[in-house]
């Protein structure tokens, strides 16, 4: 079943206590800050709030306060669904390193095909983390009306009170859900980014985010392409074709389509240029 529509919320704001006070979505990881990375994880949503503080981010998004700032997370979460029109809200912290597009659909598909309130993501231990969640929006309203009524007002209230009044069902995924509560957690976080399995997805990533740019790279084809430049032209050429296979594309439109075939003509050239290096018998054959 399609998932349809959704928007998100993102809570950005806290005291990071266990930080020294440092300004937490702002902290960088793999090259951009925390809250970039969740925004960049939810760039499909039809509207994205984002409640603390403004900063400058890497798409625009709506702000919005909790009162009082820094009431906790379901005074920010309140203040966050009043941007909410869509079904469906994606709740998510601002401090999700390793989250992506791919998990924040799952959660949206599992919620529609359960039937449940809410379908939270569970970490390594199996602790629920409902700040990296899907909702129905409707039930999510009616509960923190029903708190708010019953205490006088949402904050400082816990998270569980919420969560223990609504059907939820859970996700397992011990990496998006992993969050940085600590420097130690930052520090992990940089290190992981720079193991030898993720270093090249995480880099392409953070340089699509920083410029603007979603486009499915073909990350095999351009390597095979830089090394075919490298070993049958120059190493220098490998820089310098993949530059101009991207020039070429953005040329001619942009999109998968266009490098798609900026990268096959190169391809054939280089493959021509290497044959032209053997006898001239060979390259004639």
């Known amino acids: 079943m399609s998932a349809g529509g959704y928007d998100a919320v993102v809570l950005a704001g806290g005291a990071a206590r266990r930080l020294g006070g440092a300004d937490k979505p702002g902290l960088s990881v793999?090259?951009?800050?925390?809250?970039?990375?969740?925004?960049?994880a939810c760039a499909d949503a039809t509207e994205t709030v984002v409640v603390g503080p403004r900063?400058?981010?890497?798409?625009?998004?709506?702000?919005?306060?909790?009162?009082?700032?820094?009431?906790?997370?379901?005074?920010?979460?309140?203040?966050?669904?009043?941007?909410?029109?869509?079904?469906?809200?994606?709740?998510?912290?601002?401090?999700l390193p390793f989250l992506t597009g791919q998990t924040v659909a799952a959660l949206r598909a599992g919620l529609v095909d359960s039937g449940v309130d809410g379908l939270l993501l569970t970490d390594e231990a199996g602790r629920d983390q409902p700040l990296v969640a899907a909702y129905r929006t409707e039930p999510l309203h009616r509960e923190l009306a029903l708190l708010a009524t019953e205490h006088g007002s949402l904050a400082g209230l816990p998270l569980r009170l919420l969560t223990t009044e609504l059907a939820?069902?859970?996700?397992h995924h011990p990496t998006a859900s992993f969050d940085c509560?600590?420097?130690?957690?930052?520090?992990?976080?940089?290190?992981?980014?720079?193991?030898?399995?993720?270093?090249?997805?995480?880099?392409?990533?953070?340089?699509?985010?920083?410029?603007?740019?979603?486009?499915?790279?073909?990350?095999?084809?351009?390597?095979?392409?830089?090394?075919?430049?490298?070993?049958?032209?120059?190493?220098?050429?490998?820089?310098?074709?993949?530059?101009?296979?991207?020039?070429?594309?953005?040329?001619?439109?942009?999109?998968?389509?266009?490098?798609?075939?900026?990268?096959?003509?190169?391809?054939?050239?280089?493959?021509?240029?290497?044959?032209?290096?053997?006898s001239p018998e060979r390259s004639a054959e």
């Open 181 to 278: 509560d600590t420097w130690e957690d930052i520090g992990a976080a940089r290190a992981r980014i720079r193991e030898h399995g993720h270093v090249l997805d995480e880099w392409i990533t953070a340089v699509k985010t920083e410029l603007g740019i979603d486009l499915d790279v073909d990350t095999a084809g351009l390597l095979d392409l830089a090394r075919d430049a490298a070993h049958g032209v120059a190493r220098p050429a490998a820089p310098l074709t993949t530059f101009l296979v991207g020039y070429a594309a953005a040329q001619r439109g942009g999109g998968p389509e266009a490098l798609a075939e900026a990268m096959r003509k190169a391809n054939v050239l280089a493959a021509r240029w290497a044959e032209e290096s053997g």
């Open 30 to 40: 793999g090259g951009l800050a925390l809250l970039d990375r969740v925004l960049g």
């Open 168 to 171: 939820v069902g859970r996700l």
């Open 55 to 95: 900063r400058p981010t890497v798409r625009a998004v709506r702000w919005e306060r909790e009162t009082p700032p820094g009431g906790g997370p379901l005074a920010a979460l309140g203040a966050g669904l009043r941007g909410v029109t869509e079904p469906v809200v994606v709740v998510l912290s601002a401090d």
